[in-house]
C-alpha cells in the first residue's frame, strides 16, 4: 500500500516549490553561514560541504555563497543566528520536529507557539516528542531510473542501512556519519538522486484520514514558509486514495 510520510516527498507529490527564489537562498544562506562557524574549509567541514552543494544547485551567485561563507567564518560582520528544535502536536495526534535558525529566539517561539494554535496543533515542550525521530541520512532515487538490486548493492556496499521500496521511488537510509560515502558511491555510480539530506526521520508513522490529513499538510506548508523554520519534520503517513482526495493544488 502506497503512502507518503515525509514532507520532502509530499512537496514533490504536489509539486510545490518555494514560491520564490529568493526565499531558497535565505534558507542556504543560513545554513551556509551556521556550517562556517566550524570551520571555512568544505573539504573538513561535510555539513558546509553539503551546504555549498545545495547552494549551486539552487544556482547561487558565487559572490553571495562567498560572502555567507565569510560571515559564518567572521571575516564579514553579520547577523548572529541562534540553532534549536521546537516540538509539537498536529491533528491527529501527529508529532512535529522543526529545526529552527533565528536572530531572535523569543520572537520565533512566540510565531512558532501561534502558527500550531490557530492550525488544529499545540506546541510541546522540549524533548516531548523528539525521541520519536533518529537523524538520518536520506536519498530518494526514481524507481524508472535505476535497477532495484544493482541500487541495493550499490548503497549497503557503502554502508547505507536499508533502502526502502515506495510506489514510485527507493528511499535510501543511512546513519547520518555514513551520508556523504553513499551519496559519493552513488554519483560515482551516475545514479542521480532526486532529494539527498540530512533530515529527521520517525520511527513511527501516524495514518491520517481525509479531514486531519488536509489539515496537517496545511499545518505543514505554514510552518514551511516561515522564515525562520530551516526544515519541518512530522511522523504522519497519508494513503495514495486520501493524497487524490484532499486534492491540495501546488504553491
Do not use: C
Not at 72 to 80: D, I, K, S
Not at 169 to 178: A, G, K, P, Q, R
Not at 222 to 246: G, P, T
Amino acid at each position: 500500500m502506497g503512502g507518503h510520510s515525509h514532507w520532502a516527498t509530499i512537496k514533490r507529490h504536489k509539486g510545490a516549490q518555494d514560491a520564490k527564489r529568493g526565499k531558497i537562498f535565505t534558507r542556504i544562506i543560513r545554513e551556509v553561514t551556521i556550517a562556517a562557524r566550524s570551520g571555512g574549509d568544505p573539504d573538513g567541514n561535510p555539513r558546509l560541504r553539503l551546504a555549498i552543494a545545495k547552494a549551486k544547485e539552487a544556482n547561487m551567485p558565487g559572490d553571495t555563497l562567498k560572502k555567507a561563507i565569510q560571515r559564518g567564518t567572521g571575516e564579514l560582520p553579520g547577523v548572529t543566528y541562534e540553532e534549536f528544535t521546537l516540538e509539537g502536536y498536529g491533528p491527529g495526534g501527529t508529532a512535529l520536529l522543526l529545526e529552527i535558525t533565528s536572530d531572535n529566539r523569543n520572537r520565533t517561539v512566540a510565531e512558532i507557539r501561534s502558527l500550531f494554535t490557530k492550525n488544529h496543533g499545540n506546541m510541546a515542550e522540549a524533548g516531548a516528542v523528539a525521541w520519536q525521530f533518529h537523524k538520518k541520512g536520506l536519498l530518494t532515487v526514481d524507481k524508472a531510473k535505476v535497477d532495484e538490486d544493482r541500487l541495493l548493492s550499490l548503497a549497503l556496499d557503502a554502508g547505507a542501512e536499508d533502502v526502502k521500496v515506495g510506489d514510485k521511488s527507493f528511499e535510501v537510509i543511512t546513519d547520518s556519519h555514513d551520508f556523504e560515502a553513499v551519496k559519493k558511491a552513488l554519483a560515482d555510480a551516475k545514479i542521480e538522486t532526486v532529494l539527498a539530506e540530512i533530515t529527521y526521520i520517525p520511527q513511527n508513522t501516524v495514518r491520517l484520514d481525509e479531514k486531519p490529513a488536509e489539515q496537517m499538510l496545511k499545518l505543514m506548508e505554514i510552518m514551511d514558509e516561515h522564515d525562520d523554520v530551516q526544515k519541518a519534520h512530522a511522523n504522519f503517513d497519508i494513503s495514495d486514495e486520501v493524497m487524490e482526495k484532499v486534492a491540495i493544488t501546488a504553491g
